[in-house]
Structures are given as structure tokens and as C-alpha cells.
């Protein structure tokens, strides 16, 4: 199955559609079937689960960037920066790696830039 996403107003992915791939033997295909299916002019864009194209699977809330060819998802944080390689959101300092589970806190970071991560 191929999936597609529908983007809304300032490229942002309102739904994720799936298509036979019978049906969508290229994109074009599966637009054009997608559009005729709901009687609109939508812009759909296909995404894939392995990333390969399109740097991440859409997700509904994620931007298309069309500069980057690629669905970025919605900032989690203020302090966060977007990877220009993968287009996922980093945070500012790495979580420790200790096997324990950890959870963002924007206020600790804000008050100490060299904490951010606690104990879930």
C-alpha cells in the first residue's frame, strides 16, 4: 500500500491516505486517484515508513517543507533544534544514556541550560 498526505494551509499534513498499489503506480497516480475519489483539488504529497524519501513518515500536525523535501514534525520544544540531516527535533543537551527513562523539563533547562533531562 502507498500512503499519501494531505496537506492543508501552509503545508501542514491534515490526514495520511492510504492507496492500492495497484493504484498508485506513481505519485501522480495516487494524487490524481485520491482527488478524484473526494471531487477536490488537494495537495497530497506521498510518504514512506522507511524514511527513504521524504526524510520521515507524515504524521498529521507535521510540516511538509518543500525547500527540504521532507515531513518535519511539530517542535516538542522551544529549546529544541531541527537535525538538517534527518529533519527530527534534538534537544539542546544529549539524554543520558544510563538505561534509565528520561523525560524533556523546559523549565529546568530554561532556569540551567546544562539540565534539562529528569526521571520519568
Keep these: 500500500m502507498a500512503h499519501f498526505a494531505k496537506l492543508t494551509v501552509g503545508n501542514i499534513v491534515e490526514k495520511v491516505e492510504l492507496v492500492s498499489n495497484d493504484i498508485a503506480t506513481t ?5 490524481d486517484f485520491l482527488n478524484n475519489l473526494y471531487g477536490t483539488n488537494d495537495v497530497w504529497k506521498q510518504t514512506f515508513y522507511d524514511g527513504s524519501i521524504r526524510k520521515n513518515f507524515a ?29 527530527l527535533w534534538e534537544a539542546p543537551i544529549d539524554m543520558p544514556t544510563d538505561d534509565q527513562d528520561y523525560k524533556w523539563n523546559e523549565e529546568l533547562y530554561q532556569s540551567d541550560n546544562t539540565q534539562g533531562w529528569e526521571l520519568d
Excluded at 504524521?59 to 517542535?75: L, M, N, S, V
Design 27 to 31: 505519485e501522480q497516480a495516487g494524487v
Design 59 to 87: 504524521g498529521i500536525g507535521y510540516k511538509y517543507d518543500q525547500t527540504r523535501d521532507a515531513f518535519i514534525p511539530p517542535r516538542p520544544f522551544n529549546s529544541w533544534t531541527l537535525n538538517e540531516t534527518t529533519c
